[in-house]
């Protein structure tokens, strides 16, 4: 069993790589999923003005998403399109074998 986690920064990209990749595999190979994970968010406050005005702030917000899911069944093929298709931009592509 294959489990492979998408990460990225842009939701629309996750949904798109899940739409190719699951078009793709959905009729030669089992799969659980996909199951998606609270996304993350980190906020951060900048001072733009340090020595003066203490009021002066930008506040930055970064959203990070999570889906993985299972794959039961795999062959060579499935492993070399994994591999091929692990280098795509936006997107962190991780991959555990169970």
């Not at 069993?1 to 996750?14: A, D, R, Y």
């Not at 190719?20 to 900048?46: A, C, R, S, V």
């Not at 005005?53 to 994994?82: E, P, T």
Request: net charge positive.
């Amino acid at each position: 069993m294959i489990k492979v986690i998408i990460e990225s920064f842009f939701f629309f990209k996750i949904k798109s790589f899940i739409f190719f990749f699951f078009k793709n595999i959905k009729k030669k190979y089992l799969f659980i999923g996909p199951f998606f994970l609270p996304k993350k968010i980190e906020k951060f406050t900048l001072l733009v003005s340090p020595h003066v005005d203490k009021n002066a702030r930008d506040q930055l917000q970064l959203n990070f998403y999570k889906i993985f899911f299972y794959i039961k069944s795999f062959d060579k093929k499935l492993i070399n399109f994994i591999f091929k298709n692990k280098n795509i931009e936006g997107i962190s592509l991780k991959y555990f074998f169970i």
